[in-house]
């Protein structure tokens, strides 16, 4: 690994790195990254495949997210947003970098975030244009406040692929690394993928949460992503459509990861997973029991 310092502004630093990128490429270089330093990759293998089986890196392309809040493209316009991950071919690059072109780019583009650079000269000096992958997650949705149930819970139960996932760290509280842990006994396939349990219908979401239905759960319920953040609903339809209400209480109990290691056990080695349930302030303000749920994969 190599760490690069520059002097240049942020935004002007970060649109360098594809001229950095390219200069560093080896033969079997295909694509340049730009991604944040708060964004999680759960599977690169994963990645790359997709990239490679969809996409022709042969051709210039670019291939990014969008932002999953509407309001956040009303502001910033329908960019490549570099969160979810930039992704640029090294034509495209080559294309860039040519002197009269990259000059302007660099220099001339006035008082935009780094991502919003690269959409600038990508449309005002190329004929490419982004191509949104749903799959890469820009995850613009904040936590009402810290400690809380996380405001993306309902994508995380949602049984989507995310082969990326951005803002983990900075605008909701969820422990991805943690929760990747057990593909250590399941592979990549099996995070946050979903098994629907008759009990009640519990369902995991494997690395997230366990939730009971008590009174049943839709099949087409759990097609659909239930809204589990403050404000609108019609923010992230775009991205995250077919959309859902969020599940009144009574009719929901919702155990979310909180501990996972991996251990040994004289079956063999395992990953232990803890899903906690917080005990409900009754009207009295005497307070439930907390619940815990252990689970144990055998591999």
Excluded at 115 to 141: E, K, W
Excluded at 167 to 195: M, N
Excluded at 221 to 236: C, I, M, N, P, S
């Amino acid at each position: 690994m190599t760490i690069t310092a520059s002097d240049l502004p942020f935004p002007t630093a970060y649109f360098s790195l594809i001229k950095l990128l390219y200069e560093n490429r080896s033969p079997k270089t295909e694509w340049l990254v730009l991604i944040d330093d708060d964004t999680f990759i759960p599977s690169l293998p994963i990645l790359v495949h997709h990239l490679n089986t969809v996409y022709d890196s042969s051709k210039e392309t670019l291939i990014s997210a969008t932002s999953d809040d509407w309001n956040q493209i009303g502001a910033w316009g329908l960019i490549p947003y570099g969160g979810g991950g930039i992704f640029i071919s090294i034509p495209l690059a080559e294309h860039l970098l040519q002197p009269e072109i990259w000059e302007r780019c660099e220099t001339g583009m006035g008082q935009r975030q780094g991502d919003g650079i690269v959409a600038a000269c990508l449309y005002d000096y190329t004929s490419t244009r982004p191509i949104f992958d749903p799959l890469l997650h820009q995850m613009d949705v904040r936590d009402a406040q810290p400690h809380t149930p996380s405001a993306a819970a309902g994508l995380f139960e949602s049984g989507r692929r995310l082969l990326t996932i951005h803002h983990w760290r900075s605008w909701f509280t969820f422990d991805v690394p943690l929760s990747a842990k057990v593909t250590r006994a399941c592979g990549w396939e099996c995070l946050y993928q979903r098994w629907v349990f008759p009990i009640d219908s519990m369902v995991l979401s494997n690395g997230f949460s366990i939730v009971g239905y008590p009174g049943g759960v839709q099949e087409e319920d759990l097609g659909a992503v239930e809204k589990t953040w403050e404000g609108e609903r019609e923010r992230y339809r775009h991205k995250w459509g077919p959309l859902r209400e969020g599940v009144k209480v009574g009719r929901k109990v919702s155990w979310g990861l909180v501990g996972c290691e991996v251990l040994d056990t004289q079956e063999g080695r395992a990953v232990r997973q803890l899903y906690l349930r917080r005990g409900v302030q009754g009207a009295e303000g005497v307070k439930g029991m907390d619940g815990v749920l252990e689970l144990l994969w055998i591999f």
